[in-house]
């Protein structure tokens, strides 16, 4: 294994995170702006009102692209078992 070969893996593992975290933090996201625009026009300051509705967002997104994550992450590691395998 070489330097190229290292920096390739630890790439590629960057973009698996990237990519199956990428669904949960766009949802938390959008649904923190919505709120933060709600509070700022009512001028309502419950500190309940963050976080419930983002544990829930983000609970239903985990949900709904549960089946897209694990394939990225499935599709991760038998790219590192291959390359264990048949050697770099």
Same mark, same amino acid.
């Given at each position: 294994?070489?330097? *190229?070969?290292? /920096? @390739?893996?630890?790439?590629?593992? $960057?973009?698996?995170?990237?990519?199956?975290?990428?669904? #949960?933090?766009?949802? #938390?996201?959008?649904? =923190? *702006?919505?709120?933060?625009?709600?509070?700022?026009?009512?001028?309502?300051?419950?500190?309940?009102?963050? $976080?419930?509705?983002?544990? /829930?967002?983000?609970?239903?997104? /985990?949900?709904?692209? =549960?089946?897209?994550?694990? #394939? !990225?992450?499935?599709? $991760?590691?038998? /790219?590192?078992? @291959? !390359?264990?395998?048949?050697? $770099?």
């Amino acid at each position: 294994m070489n330097e *190229v070969d290292a /920096l @390739d893996l630890v790439r590629e593992a $960057f973009w698996t995170i990237i990519i199956s975290s990428g669904p #949960a933090v766009a949802a #938390a996201m959008i649904i =923190g *702006v919505t709120i933060a625009l709600f509070q700022a026009l009512t001028q309502v300051q419950e500190m309940t009102l963050t $976080f419930i509705p983002k544990i /829930l967002v983000i609970f239903l997104t /985990l949900i709904a692209s =549960g089946t897209f994550v694990g #394939a !990225k992450i499935a599709s $991760f590691t038998d /790219l590192v078992y @291959d !390359k264990i395998e048949h050697g $770099f």
